[in-house]
């Protein structure tokens, strides 16, 4: 597909609509095994400069969403740090290699960082490399679907906390003192925080969690120079769908959308270059939400 089909095509048509072949994966999954193959933006994406020279961190980097960020980022001119986990090497293999060919450093950090001591070595990591930390996006998640609340296993409720919104707590206050005037934080949230599914409760009260510290850590840090905003996606095909989901709950994803299919992660990547670049200059503290018509309060 080429740049000027995606400015002028019907978005409803413009990527697969469900029905999709049903699959699963072992978590954490790899976007290498999902049929169709998300669209990151290879083929699309135009970089024109926005984030020149700066100095990024993005967590859950490897696959989905964060490597749609990571190689728009590097489009722009960034160097780029990408977190993951060790299972997931083999598509951080794949996002180092696509930033590299921009010409921008990019690191890779595996570990978890549902650990303090990780989360600290990751922006130690960028300290080391970059001298700085200019942005840091907190898109790493977990997530698991249960049928009953009864269900609900205690470590993993307690994992899910940790990877999606305690790791944030950690990685901000490891940042925050290497960030200069003019950084900026992008948490991902989601739909999920205003319209929560029961089987995705774990993950969808992380995220509402994460709403609350956006707003609450941008009137702190502003007074920095520095800037918090979230991205809240809708349905997105990414690798955390059959690592966590039936298969036949898969192969129908994101059809209920106003816009009658998922969104790729191609086009989550733009909000996170807008909310990195100083043309976001006035914005802080706010959600965006790129849910395909589903609405936020």
Partial sequence: MTNDQTRQQDPKEQYPQPEFPEQEQEHPG????????PDYGYETYRGHGRLEGKATIITGGDSGIG????????REGADVLISYLDEEESDAQETARVVEETGKQVVKVP???SEESHCKHVVERAVEEFGRVDVLVNNAAYQMTFDSITEIPSDLLLHTFKTNIIAMFWLCKAAIPHMREGSSIINVS???????????LPYSSTKGAIVTFTKGLAQEVIQQGIRVNSVAPGPVWTPILPASM????????????PTGRPAQPAELAPAFVFLASQESSFVNGEILGVTGGQPLP
């Fill in 111 to 113: 570990g978890d960082i």
């Fill in 190 to 200: 989601s739909i999920q925080a205003y319209q929560p599914s029961p089987p995705l």
């Fill in 30 to 37: 790899l976007d290498s095994e999902m049929q169709p193959e």
């Fill in 246 to 257: 039936p298969a036949e709950q898969v192969s129908q994803f994101g059809g209920t959308s």
């Fill in 67 to 74: 490597r749609a960020v990571a190689l728009a980022f590097a």
